[in-house]
């Protein structure tokens, strides 16, 4: 695992965990990306408006503005306890869930 650390254009800092063979995971699901340039923030830490599949979509659920941390947590209870529509991607059991978060840290 490495942590990639982005120092945001507003001075917050925040920080991506990236698998061993370079792949990005999202810091609020855990799902590990399809392509290893993908980043949902840019090195400024402006958002990608990407949407993974537990249904994020970085720069409108975070709104955008440094620090993110808060926004990911308080979708990640949501998307834990299926108060998402997720229309992204295979539904899953919050076991699956619980263990696609160890990917994270979490």
Do not use: A, H
Not at 17 to 36: A, T
Not at 52 to 71: I, K, L
């Amino acid at each position: 695992m490495i942590i990639e650390t982005i120092n945001t254009w507003n001075g917050e800092k925040f920080e991506l965990v990236i698998s061993s063979d370079g792949f990005c995971f999202c810091p609020v699901c855990g799902e590990k990306s399809n392509n290893k340039e993908w980043r949902p923030y840019d090195k400024t830490g402006l958002p990608s408006y990407d949407i993974c599949s537990c249904g994020f979509e970085y720069g409108f659920d975070d709104s955008g503005v440094p620090p993110y941390e808060n926004s990911w947590n308080n979708y990640r209870q949501k998307w834990l306890n299926n108060e998402i529509d997720q229309y992204f991607g295979k539904r899953k059991t919050k076991e699956e869930k619980i263990d696609q978060l160890k990917n994270i840290g979490l």
